[in-house]
């Protein structure tokens, strides 16, 4: 595996590489499991997977501590070894942004504003800047994100459209524990019964993936049964509970549009852990691990 620290490093290999297919997978590091299946995923679809490895501080709000992101280099690249990458690439602050970076990147019509949006300011714009600056780097043919990040992913598949990027985005379905818990970083911070508790966010889609399956169109409906389960739980504390359109994430209010479908997404604080998953509830109920 190379491992690339500069631009004019990655930009040599990319020249070595011209003809081959390239699956580029973004990431922030601290490597585990569910960027590992990104990993596969992008392998399976191209000739060389390229990882980069790189906390945007763009992304993260003045309220928001940069400095105590989780970081493990080493960890990350025999990780990114172990599953076959290709190339790993690590810039710097410096590369990336220099002293006076002025360009914004921002898909606006709303998509950044509501679920996780709304309480982090300039997130997705953070996100989509530091996004197309890696896409024009790495140039790849294909970009897998994890369906966990659904506004992330809607939000990049737009600029993706719009901006006429030749790129593929290959959205890979959120990997879950036996008892449905979205695997996450964060779920290291769950303990005892806070472990326990986690579940609720899945309990809760599965819940109103249910009553779609049985029928249920009407969103106020949905979200109640949703809320239902999030009520059974004591010591959470619900950030938000919402239906949104699957591509331009509008909430959803009276009868859901069949032909749409929808998304049901949620954040939850369970003891320090903020806890998000989505899932839709046109669609099957996901696959546990064993
Ligand atoms: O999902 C992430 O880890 C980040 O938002 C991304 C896409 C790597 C951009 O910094």
Known sequence: MEILRTIEELRAWRRLHWSDTIGFVPTMGFLHEGHLTLMRKASELSDHVVVSV?????????????????????????????????????PSNAMMYGDDFATTVEVDGGMGDNLCGASREGHFNGVTLIVSKLFNLVQPDVAVFGQKDYQQLAIIRRMVKELNFPIDVVGVPTVRERDGLAKS????????????????????????????????????????????????????????????????LNLLEGTVEEARGCVMALAVHVGKARLIDNMRLDGPLPELSV
């Open 185 to 248: 970083s964060r779920n290291r911070y769950l303990e005892g019964e806070h472990r326990t508790n986690a579940t609720v966010l899945y309990r809760a889609l599965k819940a109103s993936n249910e009553a779609w399956a049985a029928g249920e169109r009407d969103a106020g409906a949905l979200l109640g049964v949703a809320q239902g389960v999030l009520d059974s739980v004591d010591g959470i504390a619900v950030d938000y509970l919402s239906l949104v359109d699957p591509e331009k």
């Open 54 to 90: 790189y906390v945007n501080p763009t992304q993260f709000g003045p309220n928001e501590d940069l400095d105590s992101y989780p970081r493990d280099m080493e960890g990350d690249i025999a990780k990114c070894e172990s599953v076959g990458v290709s190339a790993i690439f690590l």
